[in-house]
């Protein structure tokens, strides 16, 4: 029987980097408990030393602002992933995160060191396999409706499912996926289920959205001659639509002054809704217009649950990362740092 080598994925990483770069580096236990690793990089007489997390996947440049949040602006830190597409190596040099990936693509700046390494291939076996229970839009609508409401993880399969708009046979599939990934406890005698990483379920969540069920959403593009339309218009966002993006990170931080507007709406509401703000406001379809319009997927229930018209906190705190507007990431941050934790706290 031949038994295959498993080998570390960083250590891969490390050999690839030599093998394009010409710079060798050795990894390390982690100093702290916010990094997986410490990596020591060597090229000739120049030594750097970085923290560094260990990501399998990086699907969307969401993913890659939210790594970019666990290093401090002062000490840069290293990302190691299995590989990176082209478009997110740029964007890993636009939001100044350094990489290495399996493939010897690369993104390295310090003092005598710049290296960028961009459009090599992985080896498909080191690709990780795609997560069938916690990756697809089912889902991303139940583990939406946990983080934004932490008693629900107690609720029956029922409750949970008609909380989340999805079919109560997939409950238990997402609560045994997340079991097996040890993000989920359940107490044999109590039956009490217990979140053992909130935050990362957060972070995943966040990174995720973007690219998986925000884009089945229906998703419109307006503009109006009036940039402040939205300042007025009360009456759209009275219980069927609800305001997210930045408009929601002015009402909710007073930190920004939004500049474009993203509104989900109650689907059975939507065509009155949009008739009311084409007649009053003036709104005209544009395909790259600062007004954005989507399908809300979460039930009445959640919504109600926040302030007049403003969508679920995890909904307006992904769509600030998603925007990779540096204004809108520190207004993210501000959001965090506040409400989103404080409702982590409850699990």
């Given at each position: 029987?031949?038994?295959?080598?498993?080998?570390?994925?960083?250590?891969?990483?490390?050999?690839?980097?030599?093998?394009?770069?010409?710079?060798?580096?050795?990894?390390?236990?982690?100093?702290?408990?916010?990094?997986?690793?410490?990596?020591?990089?060597?090229?000739?007489?120049?030594?750097?030393?970085?923290?560094?997390?260990?990501?399998?996947?990086?699907?969307?440049?969401?993913?890659?602002?939210?790594?970019?949040?666990?290093?401090?602006?002062?000490?840069?830190?290293?990302?190691?992933?299995?590989?990176?597409?082209?478009?997110?190596?740029?964007?890993?040099?636009?939001?100044?995160?350094?990489?290495?990936?399996?493939?010897?693509?690369?993104?390295?700046?310090?003092?005598?060191?710049?290296?960028?390494?961009?459009?090599?291939?992985?080896?498909?076996?080191?690709?990780?396999?795609?997560?069938?229970?916690?990756?697809?839009?089912?889902?991303?609508?139940?583990?939406?409706?946990?983080?934004?409401?932490?008693?629900?993880?107690?609720?029956?399969?029922?409750?949970?499912?008609?909380?989340?708009?999805?079919?109560?046979?997939?409950?238990?599939?997402?609560?045994?996926?997340?079991?097996?990934r040890g993000m989920l406890l359940e107490d044999?005698?109590?039956?009490?289920?217990?979140?053992?990483?909130?935050?990362?379920?957060?972070?995943?969540?966040?990174?995720?959205?973007?690219?998986?069920?925000?884009?089945?959403?229906?998703?419109?593009?307006?503009?109006?001659?009036?940039?402040?339309?939205?300042?007025?218009?009360?009456?759209?966002?009275?219980?069927?639509?609800?305001?997210?993006?930045?408009?929601?990170?002015?009402?909710?931080?007073?930190?920004?002054?939004?500049?474009?507007?993203?509104?989900?709406?109650?689907?059975?509401?939507?065509?009155?809704?949009?008739?009311?703000?084409?007649?009053?406001?003036?709104?005209?379809?544009?395909?790259?217009?600062?007004?954005?319009?989507?399908?809300?997927?979460?039930?009445?229930?959640?919504?109600?649950?926040?302030?007049?018209?403003?969508?679920?906190?995890?909904?307006?705190?992904?769509?600030?990362?998603?925007?990779?507007?540096?204004?809108?990431?520190?207004?993210?941050?501000?959001l965090r740092a506040g409400v989103l934790e404080?409702?982590?706290?409850?699990?």
């Open positions: 029987m031949n038994i295959q080598e498993v080998r570390n994925p960083v250590d891969v990483a490390l050999e690839a980097l030599q093998r394009s770069a010409g710079v060798t580096g050795h990894a390390s236990a982690a100093t702290d408990d916010r990094h997986d690793s410490q990596v020591v990089l060597t090229r000739g007489t120049i030594v750097r030393t970085y923290p560094a997390v260990w990501k399998p996947t990086i699907a969307s440049a969401a993913a890659l602002t939210l790594v970019r949040t666990r290093f401090d602006e002062n000490v840069p830190g290293l990302l190691i992933t299995t590989y990176l597409s082209p478009f997110l190596a740029e964007h890993c040099r636009n939001i100044g995160l350094q990489f290495i990936d399996t493939a010897g693509n690369a993104y390295l700046e310090a003092e005598g060191l710049y290296i960028y390494v961009s459009g090599g291939r992985p080896d498909t076996t080191l690709l990780p396999p795609k997560s069938r229970g916690t990756g697809n839009p089912t889902a991303l609508r139940m583990i939406f409706a946990l983080l934004s409401q932490p008693s629900l993880l107690q609720a029956t399969y029922r409750e949970i499912a008609q909380a989340s708009g999805i079919a109560l046979g997939s409950v238990g599939a997402v609560f045994k996926e997340l079991a097996a044999a005698t109590t039956k009490r289920r217990r979140l053992t990483a909130p935050d990362r379920m957060l972070d995943e969540w966040v990174a995720s959205y973007p690219a998986i069920l925000r884009p089945r959403l229906q998703v419109g593009r307006y503009a109006t001659p009036d940039p402040d339309w939205w300042r007025t218009a009360s009456e759209p966002v009275s219980g069927n639509a609800y305001w997210s993006g930045e408009v929601a990170a002015e009402k909710m931080t007073t930190f920004l002054r939004a500049e474009r507007q993203t509104m989900y709406v109650d689907v059975a509401h939507k065509g009155a809704i949009l008739k009311h703000m084409m007649q009053k406001y003036r709104l005209r379809p544009q395909p790259d217009g600062p007004i954005e319009i989507l399908d809300a997927f979460w039930p009445a229930s959640l919504g109600n649950a926040n302030p007049a018209g403003i969508a679920p906190p995890v909904v307006v705190y992904a769509d600030l990362m998603a925007s990779l507007d540096s204004r809108n990431l520190e207004a993210a941050r501000i404080h409702a982590l706290d409850q699990f």
